[in-house]
């Protein structure tokens, strides 16, 4: 089709990809198209913004690393994870709410014993007992359920981020008993912000905001014939919890650390709902 109007462009382009035979990938990329087309008919970029817009895309490519997944990144912090989350997984009283993987996840956690400790090195904090359980929306417990935990140290860092830490220090993989329970220990988490120093940041510093995520333990549950939960557990009494980064903050996620009565200790209940399913693995985004 020779074009003689940039109102023939989106039509072309369509045509162009018609003959497409994988029928998902033909919807997908004419919507991408669309909606992509509609984008710059309302935006009317300049070709130094156009630049610029690529220079962003390749900016998250190239700071993307071993230690940093920045496209998961930018995807967080626009919401859009979340919104893949929600869209999938529609919060309905009933199964656990899903939260966003993050960048973080590694696979291979360290396999614990229950009640083992995920702290695997001196860390200065408040000792915390988290337990719970594993079950089907009858409330039937899921016997073996997988739960695989990450999270940030009290100072607010992953283990990949610091230096300080041993290899996947407040990681681990456990397994529900007989009746679906768990229970591990570790150290109260921070609040933290999200990785600052590539093209996310400098957006974030452009668009006046703050990186912080409110403290939070994340969590991957597995079991066969269940649907994989991927979410994460936010500790009360944070004034992050409205303006979370990536918009994760959901109200049954948000739980009460409680202290354990004559202890210096606290505990956190985190119970799970699966509901039936196939049991899917994220790409880890780092690895
Ligand atoms: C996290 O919770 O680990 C996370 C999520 C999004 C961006 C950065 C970190
Ligand atoms: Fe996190």
Same mark, same amino acid.
């Given at each position: 089709?020779?074009?003689?109007?940039?109102?023939?462009?989106?039509?072309?382009?369509?045509?162009?990809?018609?003959?497409?035979?994988?029928?998902?990938?033909?919807?997908?990329?004419?919507?991408?198209?669309?909606?992509?087309?509609?984008?710059?008919?309302?935006?009317?970029?300049?070709?130094?913004?156009?630049?610029?817009?690529?220079?962003?895309?390749?900016?998250?490519?190239?700071?993307?690393?071993?230690?940093?997944?920045?496209?998961?990144?930018?995807?967080?912090? @626009?919401?859009?994870?979340?919104?893949? %989350?929600?869209?999938?997984?529609? #919060?309905? =009283?009933?199964? *656990? $709410?899903? +939260?966003?993987?993050?960048?973080?996840?590694?696979?291979?956690?360290?396999?614990?014993?229950?009640?083992?400790?995920?702290?695997?090195?001196?860390?200065?904090?408040?000792?915390?007992?988290?337990?719970?359980?594993?079950?089907?929306?009858?409330?039937?417990?899921?016997?073996?359920?997988?739960?695989?935990?990450?999270?940030?140290?009290?100072?607010? @860092?992953?283990?990949?981020?610091?230096? %300080?830490?041993?290899?996947?220090? #407040?990681? =681990?993989?456990? *397994? $529900?008993? +007989?009746?679906?329970?768990?229970?591990?220990?570790?150290?109260?988490?921070?609040?933290?912000?999200?990785?600052?120093?590539?093209?996310?940041?400098?957006?974030?510093?452009?668009?006046?905001?703050?990186?912080?995520?409110?403290?939070?333990?994340?969590?991957?549950?597995?079991?066969?014939?269940?649907?994989?939960?991927?979410?994460?557990?936010?500790?009360?009494?944070?004034?992050?919890?409205?303006?979370?980064?990536?918009?994760?903050?959901?109200?049954?996620?948000? $739980?009460?650390?409680?202290?354990?009565?004559?202890?210096?200790?606290?505990?956190?209940?985190?119970?799970?709902?699966?509901?039936?399913?196939?049991?899917?693995?994220?790409?880890?985004?780092?690895?």
């Amino acid at each position: 089709m020779i074009i003689d109007h940039q109102a023939d462009l989106t039509l072309a382009v369509e045509l162009a990809m018609a003959r497409t035979p994988d029928p998902r990938l033909r919807e997908v990329m004419a919507a991408l198209v669309r909606h992509a087309h509609a984008f710059v008919r309302e935006v009317r970029p300049t070709d130094e913004e156009f630049e610029r817009g690529i220079d962003f895309l390749i900016g998250i490519g190239q700071a993307t690393d071993e230690k940093k997944n920045e496209v998961v990144l930018a995807a967080d912090v @626009l919401g859009i994870s979340s919104l893949v %989350g929600l869209l999938n997984k529609p #919060l309905d =009283g009933v199964r *656990t $709410a899903p +939260a966003l993987l993050g960048p973080f996840w590694r696979r291979n956690a360290p396999e614990c014993a229950p009640g083992d400790s995920i702290v695997r090195c001196a860390v200065e904090g408040e000792r915390l007992l988290v337990r719970g359980s594993v079950r089907d929306p009858a409330g039937r417990p899921i016997a073996g359920a997988r739960i695989d935990v990450w999270q940030a140290s009290p100072v607010g @860092l992953y283990e990949n981020q610091d230096d %300080g830490q041993p290899e996947m220090n #407040l990681r =681990g993989l456990f *397994t $529900a008993d +007989a009746a679906g329970a768990y229970h591990f220990e570790t150290v109260r988490p921070a609040g933290y912000p999200v990785p600052t120093d590539g093209p996310v940041g400098d957006l974030l510093r452009a668009q006046r905001r703050h990186p912080y995520r409110p403290a939070h333990i994340h969590f991957m549950v597995t079991a066969p014939g269940h649907a994989t939960l991927v979410t994460q557990i936010f500790a009360d009494e944070q004034d992050r919890l409205e303006t979370d980064v990536t918009f994760g903050v959901l109200e049954p996620l948000v $739980a009460r650390f409680e202290p354990k009565e004559g202890g210096n200790l606290q505990v956190l209940r985190c119970d799970f709902v699966l509901e039936a399913g196939e049991t899917r693995i994220p790409k880890a985004p780092i690895p």
